[in-house]
């Protein structure tokens, strides 16, 4: 396997996809950073480097759909896959080689939107007022949320044969998934009550709390929180808002998506016809 991931990394090196991704993440952190000082400057707001730090969060699951189906997805159309194969790889170990490297290539690009937002956010914006542990935590949470990300992609884009099918289906893949996160989090911020107002019989306009019909309890909203958690792009909008409660749970769920994934990806590669 390790000459397998060692010809990835050859890959990347000359690779101007991986190359224009990093530019990209690490002009992304610039520029949110720039931004949120240019909105301190023009309306008198204060803001922090809180507000800018994490926002990696939120983007590296659709930039990492696009580079999966492409980087894996020409591995079939250039039949290297099939060359690897014929020269004595296992498909065990070629698929988890295509994974590892997808991994490592997120936590590049999560460092380098995290390098250039602190380069640029902290003369400008000054420190992270969020307390250490959380820092950490919200980091390390992210780092899992990657490797579920990739898991995912991974096993789209080792199961099919098309390039320009696997890029497409990755990332409709993580714009549905978003879909739900969304969804999901309007329900849970529904308020409990709303205000009504009518008029009084002497013409006055009287307004009264009324319970929202639409806010959550019990079961079901136990059950939206915990797909809200479980989901990765639930976890990206929690941790990019530093809204996330269950810093402990998320990861592991994480986790569990990764080895689900990963184990469903490998049965389904191993008796995949390569021809």
């Excluded at 991986?18 to 309306?43: I, P, T």
């Excluded at 580079?67 to 997805?73: A, I, K, P, V």
């Excluded at 997808?102 to 999560?110: G, H, T």
């Excluded at 820092?135 to 390390?140: A, D, H, P, Y």
Aim: glycine share 6%; charged share 10%; net charge positive.
């Amino acid at each position: 396997m390790t000459r397998l991931i060692s010809a990835h990394i050859l890959r990347l090196r000359k690779s101007h996809l991986f190359w224009g991704a990093l530019l990209f993440c690490f002009g992304f952190g610039a520029f949110m950073a720039l931004m949120r000082y240019s909105e301190h400057v023009r309306y008198e707001i204060e803001v922090s480097l809180d507000t800018v730090f994490f926002v990696y969060a939120s983007i590296i699951g659709i930039v990492m759909s696009a580079f999966t189906g492409l980087f894996l997805g020409t591995e079939y159309s250039d039949g290297a896959i099939r060359n690897k194969v014929t020269a004595g790889h296992s498909r065990y170990a070629i698929y988890l080689a295509g994974l590892l490297v997808n991994i490592l290539v997120s936590f590049i690009l999560c460092a380098a939107y995290m390098l250039s937002a602190a380069a640029l956010g902290l003369p400008l914006l000054g420190a992270l007022t969020v307390d250490f542990k959380i820092t950490v935590f919200v980091v390390l949470g992210t780092l899992a949320m990657c490797t579920a990300f990739c898991a995912i992609f991974t096993l789209i884009s080792m199961n099919s044969s098309r390039k320009a099918t696997t890029a497409v289906a990755c990332i409709l893949v993580v714009f549905i998934l978003f879909a739900a996160a969304l969804y999901i989090n309007m329900r849970l911020t529904e308020p409990e009550f709303y205000d009504a107002y009518s008029l009084s019989v002497d013409g006055q306009l009287v307004g009264e709390s009324v319970p929202n019909p639409a806010y959550l309890k019990g079961a079901a909203r136990a059950a939206f929180t915990f797909v809200y958690d479980f989901l990765p792009t639930g976890q990206s909008l929690q941790y990019s808002g530093l809204t996330a409660v269950h810093l402990w749970q998320m990861p592991l769920y994480s986790l569990l998506i990764c080895i689900a994934c990963s184990v469903g990806g490998v049965f389904l590669f191993a008796r995949k016809d390569l021809k």
